[in-house]
């Protein structure tokens, strides 16, 4: 399974076309037989009891569980006739478009597998549960508005999955120190410190910490530091006329040279390339 970080980035690069919402109590005989997967889908099972048999693995339907179909799967669906299942229900479609070193990238749901399948057991289904019933509510009505609410909250949908797998590899006090140091960074960025020093904050060890803020956030501590640093120049260089020097120093860099490196490195182009880009409308001269 993907770490918390590594799927909310394939998941961030997904744009979702919901096709089917739906909520679900099934009767005490209710049987899908063993049938091919054609459309992708998210089911929530939240009462009752049952066995969904996925390419010829049996797991337990019941509630908490949370289940990705998708297409080629084999899957076979049973409920128990003494506690018949309830269940929440997505049917949709999705495509991969994004925009890397400004460069847009798309790609099919046939081209890039769907990053969760099978199942998987939640932590906190109430809240999962709430934005469903929102989701269910928004699929009968109609109109543009409506249909972005429901993409929105679709994605809504899949952070809390993925905040909800965080919580089950981080729990706690590790949490709330790593927490701790993005926030520190984010306030301090143009200032100078160490790995040991953000490990001493959180207190952890430097490769402990390092590898628990590699799950939370899906980067390196320095990786992170850097792109926040980035970040702040791109504001920069778009938004204000200091020198290139200056820019790099109040973002945490000494040295001018180093800094378009690191800059060239993440976005793809130099600063000074990137601000006549961004500048006045893209770049384009004035008439």
């Not at 019941?62 to 990705?68: A, Y």
Request: aromatic share 12%.
């Amino acid at each position: 399974m993907l770490t918390p970080g590594e799927l909310a980035s394939a998941l961030n690069k997904l744009v979702f076309s919901p096709q089917l919402i739906g909520h679900n109590k099934t009767d005490a005989d209710w049987h899908h037989k063993p049938g091919r997967i054609r459309h992708p889908s998210m089911w929530l099972i939240v009462k009752g009891k049952g066995v969904f048999t996925i390419n010829g693995t049996h797991y337990p339907a019941e509630p908490g569980k949370l289940f990705f179909f998708n297409p080629d799967m084999t899957v076979e669906r049973r409920t128990d006739p003494l506690d018949p299942l309830e269940y929440y229900f997505i049917r949709y479609h999705y495509a991969e478009c994004f925009q890397d070193k400004d460069v847009w990238s798309f790609n099919t749901e046939q081209d890039r597998p769907f990053p969760l399948q099978g199942m998987y057991t939640l932590n906190n289904p109430p809240q999962m549960i709430y934005l469903l019933e929102q989701l269910v509510v928004l699929w009968k009505r109609r109109g543009p508005i409506t249909a972005m609410r429901r993409k929105i909250m679709l994605q809504e949908l899949m952070l809390n999955i993925i905040l909800d797998f965080r919580s089950q590899k981080i729990t706690g006090n590790t949490t709330a120190a790593i927490d701790k140091t993005q926030d520190y960074m984010s306030r301090h960025y143009q200032e100078p410190f160490s790995l040991e020093q953000l490990a001493q904050m959180a207190g952890l060890s430097v490769s402990h910490y390092s590898r628990l803020f590699k799950k939370y956030t899906g980067y390196s501590p320095i990786d992170y530091l850097t792109h926040i640093r980035v970040d702040r120049a791109k504001e920069l260089l778009v938004l204000s006329d200091y020198r290139l020097k200056s820019i790099a120093n109040s973002v945490g860099y000494s040295d001018e040279f180093y800094f378009s490196r690191i800059f060239k490195k993440i976005e793809g182009i130099s600063p000074r390339d990137y601000a006549k880009k961004h500048r006045n409308g893209g770049g384009k001269k004035n008439s």
